[in-house]
């Protein structure tokens, strides 16, 4: 399951990055060529991208660091800082300069040429794009087995799959309204059409990456493993006849991996050698059913 996922998550940055290096380039010269603010408020949207899933990618590189004397569970949480950083960049550098250029145009507004080069691009770029959202939904439906979207996107802990989704659908909003907008500067000979275009952008941008803070902000700090996996550990511990309570679950999710802490009542009957070795047998069964579990602690009391 976690190997499915990790690849899963590698294939949705590749598509993403291809798309948004080739996009980029491309946006770039038709800004250059245009003088469209709305462009080239699109050309840097893009290039941004293109470098956060470079540090999305580092960031899964990383979280698989085996543990250390420092970090005795690994560097699994470096994922949700690197996510986290995405979501800053793509505040700042595509959100804010979205606005910033758009406000400089409707200030200082100058006439656009050659405006049909713009829009091939951006027809171009919206099929790319679409290619990349749809690989990148096509690789969340294998994550997500079944369960409906809406209830994976609340409970996921794969930041790396939730940004990734989230530049996908700005980047697809951002082209659209661009296109708009630039058609209607076109149309009407107004280029102020244009300079709203870009802070319109730059909107939709400053939501997606609030969003994806939002989401991040709780795998920083340490949040419980995914609702299927606690489901689970449940099941597991409800269908030993010799538990006979369990007093206290804490699950913390780490990266991929899982850390389990469990304070359970064992049959008294059983001796401690007994009690071990069924200790032992437990954390093997769970950890063959939910193999992202990488830790467990099983601790016998009589209360909690």
Known sequence: MAGSSHDSTVRAILYAFIANFGIAIAKTWAAFVTGSGSMLAEAIHSYADTGNQVLLYLGLKQSQRPPDRDHPLGYGKLSYFWSFIVAILLFTMGGLFSIY????????????SQVWIAIIVLV???????????????????VRAGRPFGEWLKNTRNSELVVVLGEDIGA????????????????????VYDAIGSMCI???????????????????????????VQAAID???ANDPDI?????????QFGPDTM????LLI????????????INDLERNLKAEIPKLKWCFVEPDVAD
């Open 124 to 142: 171009a770029a919206i099929l790319l794009e679409g290619g990349s959202l749809f690989g990148c939904i096509r690789e969340i439906a294998k």
């Open 202 to 228: 730059g909107v939709v941008l400053l939501v997606i990456s609030a969003f994806i803070a939002w989401r991040v902000r709780s795998l920083l700090v340490g949040r419980s493993a995914d609702p299927e």
């Open 244 to 252: 006979l309570g369990v007093f206290n679950t804490i699950t913390i």
């Open 172 to 191: 697809q909003l951002g082209l659209i309204l661009a296109l708009c907008f630039l058609i209607l500067a076109w149309v009407t000979g107004d280029p």
């Open 260 to 263: 389990l802490a469990v304070k």
């Open 235 to 237: 099941r597991i511990m």
């Open 267 to 278: 049959d008294p009957r059983l001796s401690i050698g007994e009690a071990i070795a069924h």
């Open 101 to 112: 250029e758009g406000y400089h145009k409707l200030t200082h507004p100058e006439p656009l």
